[in-house]
């Protein structure tokens, strides 16, 4: 099945640490994106990637990082720079028509 | 100025109505337009897309774009309980390569 997969779904964080969010996709697709949602709010870009090897700012990257060395993966740290990083967080991949497609998300809290 | 507004809700409607969602866009170049379904605690899934003037028809959805006025809405025919959900408008920016811009999204009750 073609698809995104994000791990782990839950994951706790205490205060200080960095953890990484993992995202892989096995649809072929150049460009990836990760996404925060607060409650009761739209999806808000982080990072984005267009091609291997290449990223970009969105516009809440502050106390995050990514990385793009395969295709098929872009993981996410979430950093302890980030000071308030309790969120769902969603990874999504592009298709032909420019239409995205989400994974299933990973929900992070902090202690 | 947000990029892109949507009505927050919640919009109730009875079982079997039809459901219109509505959203406007601030970039007037913007050229491509999607629909996304959101249940709670659950990551979106895409309904459908536009990138013409007009009406798209996809089953009991249709997806209605209007760039003079920059505005395009969503209507759910037949509406069911299971279409109950937040839906989610985005556009696609004209000069921001694959960069989306989301609205806050509307809150869908529908009611058996």
């Known amino acids: 099945d073609g698809g995104i997969t994000q791990s782990p779904k839950y994951l706790f964080r205490k205060e200080g640490q960095n953890v990484t969010l993992s995202c892989e996709q096995n649809?072929?697709?150049?460009?990836m994106y990760w996404y925060r949602q607060d409650p009761g709010q739209g999806l808000r870009l982080i990072y984005y990637?267009?091609?291997?090897?290449?990223?970009q700012k969105g516009d809440i990257a502050e106390g995050y990082s990514v990385s793009r060395e395969k295709k098929e993966s872009f993981p996410l740290t979430v950093t302890s720079a980030q000071k308030n990083p309790t969120a769902f967080y969603l990874c999504?991949?592009?298709?032909?028509?420019?239409?995205?497609?989400f994974g299933p998300g990973t929900r992070l809290t902090v202690l | 100025q947000k990029e892109v507004e949507q009505n927050s809700g919640p919009l109730s409607v009875p079982e079997g109505a039809i459901a219109s969602l509505n959203c406007t866009y601030s970039?007037?170049?913007?050229?491509?337009f999607f629909w996304y379904r959101q249940y709670s605690g659950k990551s979106p899934e895409l309904i459908m897309f536009?990138?013409?003037?007009g009406d798209k028809e996809d089953g009991r959805f249709t997806a209605q774009l209007n760039k003079a006025s920059q505005y395009v809405s969503l209507l759910i025919r037949d509406s069911q309980p299971s279409d109950s959900a937040t839906y989610l408008c985005?556009?696609?920016?004209?000069?921001?390569?694959?960069?989306?811009?989301f609205g806050s999204g509307t809150k869908l009750n529908v009611k058996p």
């Open positions: 999504a991949s592009s298709g032909s028509w420019n239409e995205q497609f």
């Open positions: 649809l072929n697709h150049d460009a």
């Open positions: 990637s267009q091609i291997v090897n290449d990223f």
């Open positions: 970039d007037r170049g913007s050229q491509s």
């Open positions: 536009i990138y013409s003037n």
């Open positions: 985005a556009v696609l920016g004209e000069n921001n390569f694959n960069k989306f811009y």
